[in-house]
T-cell receptor, first 109, second 114 residues
Framework: RKEVEQDPGPFNVPEGATVAFNCTYS??????FFWYRQDCRKEPKLLMS???SGNEDGRFTAQLNRASQYISLLIRDSKLSDSATYLC??????????FGKGTMLLVSP | GAVVSQHPSWVICKSGTSVKIECRSL??????MFWYRQFPKQSLMLMAT?????????EQGVEKDKFLINHASLTLSTLTVTSAHPEDSSFYIC??????????FGPGTRLLVL
């Protein structure tokens, strides 16, 4: 089983749509969780950290379910500029980040 | 956010040559930097952890004699791909960590070995 699994997509959605990404991780000792965004041929950029209580940043909402080892990202009112690959990232607490393959999102006019 | 630079941004070289990639933290000191590699449509894979003033820690399957890492100062780490071959062609990305758990990534270096 892969350490961090994501649906590769691509997810094709129209502008204004709501889209949800899911991620599962295998290491129950994982302590920190993140969503990164990676544009084509660019480096990953931190989108948001993920907490058990859930957290929201504008149109983006992240949720963590430790019991199910499941992480989600919800994007509301999609914009064209949201088109990118979204990476689920897990850390065991010693700085090492483990990346999922990413889920590609394509937002069309 | 913190700024990390990489140089060069892309390299094309002949098989057998060595390529050096620099990673710099521009506005903070980083005792630890990380080197990743990303093949097309694959996830970022950690290659090694670079520690200032000491030897790098390599991940399983990464040849330390082929991928030489030097972290001579708190703001600079270098990765040298020795005797590069076409299978080494990839996107190499470094990151640095100014605070616990948060890593900032450099813009990456695209290496193409002919």
């Amino acid at each position: 089983r892969k350490e961090v699994e994501q649906d590769p997509g691509p997810f094709n959605v129209p502008e204004g749509a709501t889209v949800a990404f899911n991620c599962t991780y295998s290491n129950s000792a994982s302590q920190s969780f993140f969503w990164y965004r990676q544009d084509c041929r660019k480096e990953p950029k931190l989108l948001m950290s993920v907490y058990s209580s859930g957290n929201e940043d504008g149109r983006f909402t992240a949720q963590l379910n430790r019991a199910s080892q499941y992480i989600s990202l919800l994007i509301r009112d999609s914009k064209l500029s949201d088109s990118a690959t979204y990476l689920c990232v897990v850390s065991s607490g010693y700085s090492t980040l483990t990346f999922g393959k990413g889920t590609m999102l394509l937002v069309s006019p | 956010g913190a700024v990390v630079s990489q140089h060069p941004s892309w390299v094309i070289c002949k098989s057998g040559t060595s390529v050096k990639i620099e990673c710099r933290s521009l506005d903070f000191q980083a005792t630890t930097m990380f080197w990743y590699r990303q093949f097309p449509k694959q996830s970022l894979m950690l290659m090694a952890t670079s520690n200032e003033g000491s030897k790098a820690t390599y991940e399983q399957g990464v040849e330390k004699d082929k991928f030489l890492i030097n972290h001579a100062s708190l703001t600079l780490s270098t990765l040298t791909v020795t005797s590069a071959h076409p299978e080494d062609s990839s996107f190499y990305i470094c990151s640095a960590r100014p605070v616990a758990e948060t890593q900032y990534f450099g813009p990456g270096t695209r290496l193409l070995v002919l």
